[in-house]
Structures are given as C-alpha cells and as structure tokens.
C-alpha cells in the first residue's frame, strides 16, 4: 500500500498517527505536494488531494475519513470510531472537529493569499472565530477525557498541534485552558510524536 501526503497536512497526520497506533507494517509513505498534480497522486486520487492510501490491489482511498474508518476497521477492530451507530451526538463531534480542521486548513490559505494581495479580512476572522468558538464547544462537553484512545482525540491533537504550527497568534489556550492541559499531556503519545511536521 502507499500513503500519500504532506507533511504539514492535519488530515494526512491524522492517518499517519492511527498507522503508527494500530503498528500496520507494508504501507509506504510517499510525500507528495499535492499543489504540483504530480502523476502518481492524480492517478490515484483525480482530485490531486491528500491524505489518499493506495491499496494493494491499485484501488484508492480518499479523503482522511474513509482512510481512518478503512484502517479502524481493518487493523483495529473498530476501537478507535467504536460502536457509533445511531450515536448522533458522537458524530456530531467527529463532524465538529473535522469542520476545525477545514477551518484552520481554510485560515492557511487565506494567509497564503496576503502575499497576492488578496487576503480577505472578512474570512480570516470568520474561521478565527470558528476555530475558538469550535473549541469552546469542545472544552464544555469533555470529549477530549476519555480512558480509551478514540478518533476524536487524534483529530483533535493533530487539530491543535496544527494551529500552534501554522497559527502562532491564534490564542486558542485562552478560551480552551482544559484542552490546554489535556494536550500538554497527549502530545508525548508515542504516534504524535514520531508524525509532527518539521
């Protein structure tokens, strides 16, 4: 199987963390810039995306979702997204924080725009905003305390090491000085550690 991502990338570090959990040997990862459509990534994902997985086979999996369900399914034996069926409270979280993702992922691109000129105030604080309101919500319901690893924390540590890679001036441990703590302990798991980008 092949992996390909970018190192900075939330969605592919995601992937690369339950890889390195569940210890899933015979998948190579392949770095890749999804920005210069090289051959390889749009043959295996026409979208020129990333996270994508190669199968074995030549099939391929895309985006970080299906990969995460594909890898708890097939390598974890359900543990990581457990028994979420009719939980709509639990998927609600999970679609809270990968909303949080694309926020802080949307918040990047926009600060890539300042250097063209067109950097829009408007949506720059738009996803702050959401970004600190997401948090809030999270700090409230405790979702990151949990006895067993779940999906959530992994998204949710890939989330926040993220905004303190890309968005230094976020002061998201303002507002979410809970996940503040939570996080200072979570980020010496093993699989975090080993996929942070440089």
Not at 94 to 101: N, Y
Not at 107 to 131: I, N, V
């Amino acid at each position: 199987m092949k992996l390909f991502y970018s190192d900075a990338s939330p969605y592919a570090r995601c992937v690369r963390v339950v890889i390195r959990h569940f210890d899933i040997d015979g998948i190579d990862e392949i770095i890749t810039n999804p920005l210069e459509n090289g051959e390889a990534l749009i043959e295996a994902n026409p979208l020129g995306k990333i996270p994508c997985l190669q199968l074995s086979d030549g099939s391929s999996l895309f985006d970080s979702e299906v990969i995460l369900r594909y890898l708890d399914s097939e390598f974890g034996e359900g543990k990581l997204f457990g028994n979420r069926e009719h939980n709509w409270i639990s998927e609600s979280h999970f679609s809270l924080i990968k909303g949080l993702l694309d926020s802080a992922v949307a918040l990047r691109q926009e600060q890539m725009r300042e250097e063209e000129g067109k950097r829009s105030l408007f949506w720059t604080a738009r996803f702050e905003q959401a970004l600190l309101r997401g948090l809030q919500h999270i700090e409230q319901s405790g979702l990151m305390i949990n006895s067993q690893l779940t999906i959530l924390q992994v998204m949710l540590a890939c989330l926040l090491e993220y905004l303190d890679f890309r968005h230094v001036d976020l002061d998201w441990r303002k507002v979410a000085p809970a996940i503040a703590v939570w996080i200072s302990d979570f980020e010496a798991f093993p699989p975090l550690n080993e996929t942070r980008p440089k």
